[in-house]
C-alpha cells in the first residue's frame, strides 16, 4: 500500500483544517489507518485510528472532541478533519495502515506540515 498524505498548511490558532491520506491498491480496506504526527524535537505520536470498515475510531485522550478521523473506501483515502487548531498541533502528520492478519504490515505515507500560528 502507498499511501499520499496531503492537506498542510499553514494556519492561525483557532482555524479548522482537513487532512486527506489516499491510498493506492486494492486491498486498501483490508487494513486500519492511523494518524500519527510528530513535532519539531519530540516522538512521534498518535492521533487517531479508523477501523477498515470505518465504523469505529479511537482518539488520543487529549485530541478527542477536536479531531475527526473518517475513511472512504471507495475512493481509498482517509481524513482527518481537525477543529480549533493550536499551536502546539504543529507537527508532521503522517497516516499509516496496518494489518494484522494474516501477517503483520505496516506502511506509512510521506508525511504533511502542519504549522499552527499564535
Known amino acids: 500500500v502507498l499511501l499520499q498524505a496531503s492537506g498542510g498548511g499553514l494556519v492561525q490558532a483557532g482555524d479548522s483544517l482537513r487532512l486527506s491520506c489516499a491510498a493506492s491498491g486494492r486491498t486498501f480496506d483490508n487494513y486500519n489507518i492511523g494518524w500519527f504526527r510528530q513535532a519539531p524535537g519530540k516522538v512521534r505520536e498518535f492521533v487517531a485510528a479508523?477501523?477498515?470498515?470505518?465504523?469505529?475510531?479511537v482518539y488520543a485522550d487529549h485530541l478527542q472532541g477536536r479531531f475527526t478521523i473518517s475513511r472512504d473506501n471507495a475512493k481509498n483515502t482517509v481524513t482527518l478533519q481537525m477543529y480549533s487548531l493550536k499551536p502546539d498541533d504543529t507537527a508532521v502528520y503522517y497516516c499509516n495502515a496496518v494489518r494484522i492478519a494474516p501477517t503483520y504490515q505496516s506502511y506509512w505515507g510521506q508525511g504533511t506540515l502542519v504549522t499552527v500560528s499564535s
Open positions: 479508523v477501523s477498515r470498515s470505518g465504523n469505529s475510531a
